[in-house]
Every structure is written in structure tokens, then in C-alpha cells.
């Protein structure tokens, strides 16, 4: 397994995704291709690219950063992949609801709740 990569920040702090599709990401007039973490710190590339990638390591900045989300919309994707358990009991005893979506429901799903200052993160794979 490829080491995780997470890049130093596109963006620091939150700002509403634009359009996702074609493998990347439109936010605070940049794109960025491939998966993102935003996180309360800023937007981040996220080397994950499927679901089978999710892991503890995957997410270590989003518990890094726990105190700040209370929302952890995670972009499965085209099709929704439900967390497996142990992601799941590692969110819940962090103190964060992580719920699964389609990419295209997470994002929309985000813009919303960051609209609404609500303490949101997400974890989005690209999609084509």
C-alpha cells in the first residue's frame, strides 16, 4: 500500500466547493484534481482514491482536528459505500457523526451546513 499523502493546504480555512467532477474539485476560485479533506484548518488534497483506502491513517487529520466537527460528510463516490464499523465506532468515540454519501450528496450537503456555520467537515473522493 502506497504511503498516504496529505499536501500542504490549497486553501487555509473553509470556503463552499464550487463543482466537482472530471476527477477534481472548484473552490475559492481554484481547482484542484483528485480527492479533498476539509478540515477547519483549510482544504487539503487527500491521496485517497476508493473506498477500500478508507482507514484511521486516511483520517488522522480530520482527528486531529476533532474538537472543531461535530459532521463528518464522508464523498463515497459516485454510489453510496457504507463506513466500515470500526471507522465508524473511531468517528463515534471521537465525537463526530460521520455519515456516508454519494460525492456529489457530500458536497452539496457541506456547502449547506457551512452556510450555516455548522462545525462541518468532509472527506470527498473525485469522481468523473
Not at 42 to 64: C, D, H, M, Q
Not at 86 to 98: P, S, V
Request: aromatic share 8%.
Amino acid at each position: 500500500m502506497a504511503a498516504l499523502e496529505i499536501r500542504d493546504a490549497h486553501f487555509p480555512g473553509r470556503a463552499p466547493l464550487e463543482a466537482y467532477g472530471n476527477g477534481g474539485f472548484r473552490f475559492a476560485d481554484m481547482s484542484h484534481r483528485g480527492s479533498l479533506l476539509c478540515v477547519p484548518s483549510g482544504i487539503y488534497g487527500w491521496s485517497v482514491t476508493e473506498p477500500s483506502e478508507f482507514s484511521r491513517e486516511a483520517f488522522e487529520k480530520v482527528l486531529a482536528e476533532q474538537s472543531g466537527i461535530e459532521v463528518l460528510l464522508v464523498g463515497t463516490g459516485t454510489d453510496l459505500k457504507p463506513l466500515p464499523a470500526a471507522l465508524k465506532d473511531m468517528f463515534r468515540e471521537a465525537g463526530i457523526l460521520a455519515d456516508p454519501m454519494s460525492t456529489g450528496a457530500a458536497v452539496r450537503t457541506y456547502n449547506v451546513l457551512l452556510a450555516e456555520d455548522r462545525a462541518v467537515a468532509a472527506a470527498l473522493l473525485a469522481v468523473d
